[in-house]
């Protein structure tokens, strides 16, 4: 299949004020006669909802969560990229634009990445307007803080809780529509199908978690909002709810996956503590403004924060301002993931020998306690909590985890799918970061989707289809798909194994982290295929879902998640194998300069890999988008 882009001719800051204007647009009288489902009410979700309603349309908004307020979203900590230059360091769309690029290691469409930088400005206007309490200078302008892989200052932000604060933000506009009557949100419903009539998306098949009731939703267009796949590795920096159901089973619908391997490891973390955890927590990537990351010049095993004050500055090795003097401790994710790794392979880790330090204590010497209490107090706090010790007092343990997914469901310039009728925004779709991203382009990315972006878009598909062009959950394609979700809902309560879900999903997960985490070889991967071909078999004849299907059941949840996750880390997988480059997050051990940074190798992949669907236990089809770069040159990544 040919995927269409549908990027806009002409020059680059002029593409997306052409496309607005050709965009097909609904009569502002003829809203009100189209129905939306928007699936996930996170940023990208929650913004598209109540901005769609805001222009007239019906819209039907789903949650798995008791409250939109509960979505991933809120865990966002550190800021949100805007191009305003307030601090007049010679900031600019452009350069946001080009250190997007470069931070995604050139993977990325240039239409795309400069939109969402034009956007920028515009997200911060509308969330100051919605009562966002950002930072503040002195004098009352919004301050602004530097994030990794850019050398301006950029991000907006409201101490260590910019992703809450946006999400009430988004919640409230949210909430008035719903007051309006315009949305009706349905919580506790998740969706476990997409039906599909004649082509095109037609609605949702979902299933009420109290209840255990399986329903049926039609309307003339399906948005997914539903957030990244990371938990695919099990432990990571996602909420334990986070899953990559909706949009696995859009995409065995037609909707072809994106760049499945690029995934993004951060590079401050809690280290993990022991088997007992679910999950893993982040420190904001904020905090290598100030913070100093380092390890012993020599091997040190078991050293602890309070001891490593004691130990001179002349035997520590500050590694990243050492190799990378522009950048220093700000170098991209991926860049700093590695390097963290790196020393901790050589056995100069720190405390369980998987952790590296980060230290404020030169910091705190320069601007006093008050100062970076001011800045990062409840992420400290949160530390002291989880740890037991004090970063005031000695450096803080950190160490790589998985974090961000940027790949997800083939999007074209109007963020749809290659399903006609299915949008995909946000974390969900694989558009705007290439192959790593800048830390508080997550936010800008599902802000711009939802407030600026798909507003404009959804039209240009409904003034073709029209109004009267509905399909209701009467017809065939309705009862077929709640069938085949009552089957599967079925067979999973019925299989009465020996293993629980979690030991499934842990298995996996230690299998995508140890041959598809920070580094990948051929070997490995090809191994982590067979093992999980070998998890999926023994997870359909020996799972035990305790319980029943009519009545809450949080095991047959996870078991339905754990399931797509499997299918979907053995597509992770062949796409890691079939790249057999290095770019961003996706770091394969035999293309790597002699320095050991990410080779790439542009003429044979600089392409979208997007990955079509061809069966149960059949092979997927690879399909290729060519990546053209009209603006800048593609050149070796380099933050030296």
């Known amino acids: 299949m040919k995927l269409d882009s549908k990027i806009p001719e002409g020059p680059l800051a002029e593409k997306w004020k052409k496309h607005k204007f050709n965009v097909k647009l609904v009569n502002p009288a003829n809203k009100r006669k189209y129905d939306v489902i928007v699936v996930g009410t996170g940023l990208a979700g929650s913004s598209a909802a109540a901005s769609l309603a805001e222009l007239g349309y019906n819209v039907k908004a789903f949650c798995f969560q008791d409250s939109p307020r509960r979505a991933h979203s809120i865990a966002a900590q550190g800021g949100i990229n ?48 919605q009562g966002v309490p950002f930072a503040r200078e002195y004098g009352g302008l919004l301050a602004n803080r530097s994030f990794g892989g850019a050398q301006v200052s950029r991000t907006f932000y409201a101490r260590g809780q910019t992703g809450q604060q946006l999400l009430l933000g988004a919640y409230s506009a949210l909430n008035r529509q719903i007051a309006n009557g315009k949305v009706k949100m349905y919580t506790r419903s998740e969706m476990l199908d997409l039906v599909v009539v004649d082509g095109k998306a037609r609605g949702i098949i979902t299933r009420d ?106 035997d520590r090795d500050y590694f990243l301002e050492r190799k990378y003097p522009s950048f220093g401790n700000l170098v991209p994710r991926d860049v700093a993931s590695r390097n963290a790794k790196q020393v901790c392979d050589e056995g100069r880790g720190v405390g369980s020998g998987l952790a590296v330090f980060l230290d404020f204590t030169d910091a705190i010497k320069r601007n006093g306690e008050d100062v970076i209490r001011a800045k990062y107090g409840n992420l400290f706090d949160m530390y002291q909590q989880i740890t037991g010790d004090n970063p005031y007092k000695g450096p803080m343990m950190i160490y790589p985890a998985v974090h961000y997914t940027m790949g997800g469901l083939w999007v074209d310039y109007n963020l749809m799918t290659t399903v006609p009728g299915l949008y995909a925004l946000g974390e969900c779709n694989f558009s705007d970061h290439g192959a790593n991203r800048l830390g508080a382009s997550a936010l800008m990315q599902g802000l711009a989707d939802g407030y600026f972006v798909i507003p404009y878009t959804v039209g240009d598909y409904l003034a073709t289809i ?107 997988v062949d796409d890691a194998l079939s790249r057999s480059e290095s770019c961003g997050g996706h770091f394969r051990e035999e293309s790597q300069t002699p320095e050991g940074e990410a080779l790439r190798k542009d003429d044979e992949f600089a392409f979208v890999s997007a990955w079509e669907y061809k069966g149960e236990n059949q092979p997927e089809v690879l399909n290729k988008e060519e990546l053209r770069f009209e603006n800048v040159k593609l050149t070796q990544r380099s933050y030296k």
């Open 209 to 314: 978690l109290i209840s255990g009731k399986v329903e049926a939703h039609s309307a003339h267009i399906v948005l997914l909002c539903t957030g990244g796949y990371s938990n695919v590795f099990f432990l990571s920096t996602s909420a334990k709810g986070c899953n990559a159901t909706a949009i696995w089973r859009a995409h065995k619908k037609g909707a072809f996956f994106g760049n499945p391997c690029f995934t993004q490891i951060h590079p401050t973390c809690i280290p993990v503590s022991g088997d007992h955890q679910s999950k893993l927590t982040l420190m904001s990537e904020s905090l290598r403004n100030d913070g100093r990351v380092w390890v012993p010049k020599k091997a040190m095993p078991g050293l602890k924060s309070i001891d490593a004050m004691n130990l001179p500055e002349a």
């Open 466 to 572: 029209g109004w009267d062009d509905k399909v209701g959950t009467d017809h065939p394609a309705f009862k077929e798909a709640m069938d085949g979700v009552n089957e599967r809902v079925n067979k999973l309560i019925n299989i009465k194994g020996k293993k629980t879900v979690d030991e499934f999903h842990r298995q996996l997960g230690l299998t995508m982290w140890e041959y598809c985490g920070m580094s990948r070889g051929e070997e490995g991967l090809k191994k982590a295929k067979k093992i999980i071909q070998g998890i999926k078999t023994e997870f359909w004849s020996n799972v035990n879902v305790l319980g029943g299907s009519n009545e809450l059941n949080q095991e047959l949840e996870k078991a339905g998640r754990v399931a797509d996750f499997i299918e979907l880390g053995e597509l992770m």
């Open 82 to 129: 805007a191009a305003k230059n307030y601090q007049n360091d010679g900031d600019s769309a452009f350069r946001l634009f080009y250190d997007t690029i470069k931070g995604g290691d050139y993977r990325a469409r240039e239409g795309n990445v400069y939109r969402l930088a034009e956007t920028s400005v515009d997200i911060i206007d509308q969330c100051v307007a």
